[in-house]
């Protein structure tokens, strides 16, 4: 099993920035990818951004140019610094964990617990 814990989640105004972390644990050596999904109220999960351990990126259109996504598998950790951002970026965003296929949209293995992003005024 592993277990998937994120952090830096808030509120922040429109244009703002913040800066999401997870971090994994348990049977680590079986993670070849880690992401982000989110979910807004009334609306299914999307995948926002994904990395696998060799670095490859894949992002949402709605998020290129404005989200970052890093990765430091030596700790197990990835962040996701998004910039610019919009109220439509309102959502619960999920730590999610894989196969190298949940870079480009296949279901995730594991799944955080999610932490709340608000943008507003």
């Known amino acids: 099993q592993v277990q998937l814990v994120e952090s830096g989640g808030g509120l922040v105004q429109p244009g703002g920035s913040l800066r999401l972390s997870c971090a994994a644990s348990?049977?680590?050596?079986?993670?070849?990818?880690m992401g982000w999904y989110r979910q807004a109220p009334g609306k299914q999960r999307e995948l926002v951004a994904g990395i696998t351990r060799g670095g490859r990126t894949n992002y949402a259109d709605s998020v290129k140019g404005r989200f970052t996504i890093s990765r430091d598998y030596a700790k197990m950790t990835v962040h996701l610094q998004m910039s610019s951002l919009k109220s439509e970026d309102t959502a619960v965003y999920y730590c999610?964990?894989?196969?190298?296929?949940?870079?480009?949209?296949?279901?995730?293995?594991?799944w955080g617990q999610g932490t709340q992003v608000t943008v507003s005024s």
């Open positions: 348990g049977i680590i050596f079986s993670i070849s990818a």
């Open positions: 999610t964990a894989g196969k190298e296929g949940i870079v480009g949209g296949e279901a995730p293995d594991y």
